[in-house]
């Protein structure tokens, strides 16, 4: 079989810029998913059992169901939440209406629904981290009169964050990979590209082909990129 | 200074303080030896709260520290501890160690901070080590270091929990001479210890611990001269 390298050639930059997509929602759901995943995955080791436990759910609802469940929930679910919301606002209060459409676009839904999933994984992620220092560590610190948070802070989170540089790098490598479900949306990252393309030329075989190549091909940057973080950080350990 | 009424402490069923009874005066250095189990660091860690008592009283210069409207915070400020293994804080420079909790939790000013750190790494004989990482440093200057972070929240009452018995024989004596400065300085002090010469020729009095309790208290050279229990006499005979 032949490739038909024009036709590549010729869609490439629509790939490249689903490709782009891809990363910058990726870099967003990661982002977003660090702030959320170091308040659960504190929470989780939290004292009071109430914050645990709403920890817990989050935590386990998220990585206990489908990526694509939840972002058909956000993106049909949540309208219909909002609609049902409204209608019982303006029957019950009389007041105007307070959306004119409920609908969602895909890339909002496509924030909301990747980073809650990324919050949750890299939870456990940060949970992990920080169970992994010593107990030790947090004596110190409580006996010198720092408070919890203080502690967390300049002692804890510090060293358990060298740690977590890894399993954080495997998390980004798996978002970037299950971001093209968002496809299901239109949001039109790559694999969404891939799809339109097809639509039009009738040749799935290179279009994927080329579509998983260029996954290939960032999912392999950024594990590189992660390792060289890790041996540079090991490195600075070393000099001291 | 210190006052401790009738202190038990319990992890879960395992009562592992039944009833101590002790004092401790300003400027004196009470060593604290016993069987390894006996409760020796469950005793001292409740004394600045590390591990909460289940029944009874602590009193730090006349306030119960058992309270519930007591700053544990504040509490810990004045009792420095010095750890068995350490813990110093592997990610800061030796100075960094000591002034970390003087600027966060003191709110000195980072020169002032670091004035003390200086003056109190030269006190502990480590003048040249202040942007040294503590992996670049023995065991002996780890403790010494650690001494002297506790020594920068100027507190009242000092805390060692057998500050040498994870270190190789020939550091021991560096660590002992710092602590015998302190004692001679006026610091009072706690010390679990078996260092036997510390505790004659600091100590003030010697209290010996077995099954959580203390079994017999006196002066060092009645301790270790003359015994009058017998599970004080069997276990003396096993260490000297
Ligand atoms: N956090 C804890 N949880 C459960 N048991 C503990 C804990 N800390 C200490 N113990 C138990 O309490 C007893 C006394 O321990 P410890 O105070 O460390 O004795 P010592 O310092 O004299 O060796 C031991 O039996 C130990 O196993
Ligand atoms: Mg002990």
């Given at each position: 079989m032949e490739l038909p390298l024009e036709l590549i050639w010729n869609s490439l930059p629509i790939i490249l810029e689903g490709a782009l997509r891809t990363l910058e929602i990726t870099l967003i759901a990661i982002s977003l998913g660090f702030i959320l995943g170091l308040f659960a995955g504190l929470a989780r080791l939290s004292k009071k059992r109430v914050v645990r436990l709403l920890a817990t759910c989050y935590i386990d609802f998220l990585r206990g169901t489908p990526l694509l469940v939840q972002i058909f929930m956000v993106y049909f679910g949540l309208p219909q939440l909002l609609g049902s919301f409204q209608t019982f606002m303006m029957d019950t209060?009389?007041?105007?209406?307070?959306?004119?459409?409920?609908h969602i676009n895909p890339f909002v839904a496509a924030i909301i629904s990747t980073s809650l999933n990324s919050g949750a994984y890299i939870a456990e992620i940060f949970r992990a981290g920080v169970q992994s220092i010593e107990r030790g560590q947090m004596e110190a610190a409580r006996s010198l009169g720092m408070t919890h948070v203080q502690a967390m802070r300049f002692v804890i989170l510090p060293q358990a964050f060298k740690r977590i540089i890894p399993p954080l790098g495997n998390e980004f490598i798996a978002m970037l990979k299950d971001t093209s479900l968002l496809s299901v949306i239109g949001f039109e990252e790559m694999a969404r590209k891939g799809q339109l393309i097809i639509a039009q030329t009738y040749k799935p075989f290179h279009i994927w082909l080329t579509v998983a190549f260029i996954y290939l091909i960032m999912t392999f940057a950024i594990s590189r990129l992660v390792d060289y973080m890790e041996r540079r950080l090991k490195a600075g350990d070393d000099r001291r | 200074m210190i006052v401790v009424k009738n202190l038990h402490k319990y992890f879960d069923k395992l009562e592992v303080l039944r009833g101590i009874d002790c004092h401790v005066s300003e400027q004196e250095v009470v060593v604290v030896i016993g069987p390894s189990g006996s409760g020796k660091s469950t005793f001292l860690r409740c004394l600045n709260l590390l591990e909460e008592p289940t029944s009874g009283e602590i009193f730090i210069e006349g306030t119960?520290?058992?309270?519930?409207?007591?700053?544990i915070n504040i509490l810990r400020q004045e009792m420095g501890m010095v750890f068995q293994r350490f813990?110093?804080?592997?990610?800061?420079?030796a100075l960094e160690n000591i002034t970390l909790a003087p600027v966060?939790?003191?709110?000195?000013?980072r020169s002032e901070a670091n004035e003390i750190g200086h003056s109190l790494l030269a006190k502990v004989g480590l003048?040249?080590?202040?942007?040294?990482?503590?992996?670049?440093?023995s065991g002996g200057q780890l403790q010494r270091v650690a001494i002297a972070r506790a020594l920068a929240m100027k507190p009242k009452v000092m805390l060692f929990d057998?500050?040498?018995?994870?270190?190789?024989p020939e550091m021991v004596g560096e660590v002992l001479a710092v602590m015998k400065n302190l004692a001679r300085e006026g610091m009072t002090m706690v010390v679990v210890t078996h260092e036997m010469g510390f505790a004659r020729e600091v100590g003030d009095r010697v209290l010996f611990m077995d099954e959580g309790k203390i079994v017999e208290e006196g002066t060092p050279e009645q301790i270790f001269g003359n015994p009058r229990n017998e599970r004080t006499r069997s276990f003396l005979s096993k260490i000297l």
């Open positions: 209060f009389h007041i105007a209406q307070i959306w004119e459409s409920t | 119960s520290i058992t309270a519930k409207e007591t700053n813990n110093l804080f592997p990610h800061k420079t966060q939790v003191k709110r000195l000013s003048r040249d080590k202040a942007d040294v990482y503590p992996d670049q440093l057998e500050p040498t018995s994870a270190l190789d």
